[in-house]
């Protein structure tokens, strides 16, 4: 027996059923995200200077700390939550920070905050019983407190030092309980932090992979340094050589091509496609400069390998999988896309 059947309903109201339910799903979805929405909007309207005061506190205690004061972000239950995501952001964009349980601070781990530090304490209501104990460390030892709160006249508001206040929005749930608005805007308001941090340090994007080495993420912010052949493992031959001993020095390296030289200088670069343009019984006795492609595309080593990959695909009309990495004006090596697409750069 099928479970529609069992249910005691036949196929017809069994669709009609789903088709109902989809729909008012939809409708649900589309009202909490344009709610969601909406309070950003709201929030974005309310951001005055004590957001400022807020940036230069942070970025004030990296360079004058000599980057051993650090982030401190707190919070309990969804604000909690929201807090880890903030810290886990704010490290990853350069500025140092973690994480802390204002209830495991109250048994030991206030210990780890200095007066170096900034704390960052989320709490919608600015009443949660455990937080107490962490503000009021913060005043004893003059460190500087950052409230995120929706309620100016919290004791956390109260005692902060910089008071971010979130805009009196509902939540969307429709029993007005769970933390849903609040949520969302405390992590719009944390990510706003992080980037106006990013922006101020001018983090490039080769900073930034330092602090996501592994992942696409990673991947994707690899230099052309990172993947390149270079030094011994480079085919290289004289621009004066016959093409029989540019042959053996190109199936010695096995990377599909071999780099001509005139002295230090690149003179030109000899492929498959150029053997196979040239094929002729003479074609190993002929000098390697009649042979070579003088103009080979190129790119600097400090680009990004993505940069690389898209030179190469994305030629007009060529069939392009390598190209000559110059330091400068020196030639110093080869990107190929077979490497690219093995590293897991696309």
């Known amino acids: 027996m099928s479970k529609i059947k069992a249910m005691g309903l036949d196929t017809n109201q069994a669709m009609k059923a789903t088709s109902d339910n989809s729909e008012l799903d939809i409708q649900r979805a589309v009202r909490v995200l344009t709610a969601e929405g909406e ?44 807090a880890r995501k903030i810290a886990s952001t704010m490290a990853s964009t350069g500025t140092p920070s973690y994480f802390v349980h204002p209830g495991e601070a109250s048994h030991g781990d206030m210990g780890m905050i200095t007066d170096q530090d900034v704390v960052l304490m989320l709490s919608n209501s600015g009443e949660n019983a455990e937080l107490s104990d962490l503000i009021h460390y913060t005043c004893r030892y003059g ?9 100016a006249k919290s004791t956390l508001a109260k005692h902060s030092d910089i008071c971010l206040l979130l ?37 490039t994007p080769e900073q930034y992979k330092v602090f996501h080495p592994g992942g ?31 042959l053996l020095a190109l199936t010695g ?3 599909g091509c071999v780099l001509v030289f005139d002295g230090d200088e690149l003179a030109g670069i000899v492929t498959d496609g150029d053997l196979k343009r040239h094929m002729a019984p003479d074609l190993l006795q002929k000098p390697v ?22 030179i190469m695909t994305k030629m ?28 897991g750069i696309a």
Do not use: W
Not at 143 to 151: D, P, Y
Not at 173 to 200: F, V
């Open 39 to 82: 309070a950003l909007k709201t929030l974005a309207g309310t951001i005055d200077v004590d957001f400022s005061k807020a940036v230069e506190a942070i970025n004030r205690m990296k360079s004058e700390a000599h980057m051993t004061g650090r982030l401190i972000v707190a919070g309990i239950g969804k604000s909690g939550h929201v």
């Open 143 to 151: 460190i500087i407190l950052i409230a995120m709160t929706g309620n």
């Open 167 to 203: 805009p009196p929005v509902g939540e969307v749930c429709p029993n007005g309980l769970a933390p849903t608005t609040s949520t969302t805007m405390m992590i719009a308001l944390g990510d706003a932090l992080a980037i106006a941090l990013l922006e101020r340090m001018g983090l």
């Open 216 to 246: 696409k993420l990673g991947q994707k912010l690899m230099s052309v340094a990172d993947v390149m052949v270079s030094g011994e493992d480079l085919p290289v031959v004289d621009v004066n050589v016959l093409m029989d001993e540019a």
């Open 253 to 255: 390296k096995n990377l």
């Open 289 to 310: 400069s009649e042979i070579m492609s003088t103009q080979p595309k190129s790119i600097q080593m400090d680009a990004l390998a993505v940069r690389a990959v898209d």
């Open 316 to 343: 007009p009309g060529q069939y392009v999988t390598s190209l000559i990495v110059y330091d400068g004006d020196r030639a110093c090596g080869l990107i190929r896309l077979q490497d690219c697409l093995q590293a």
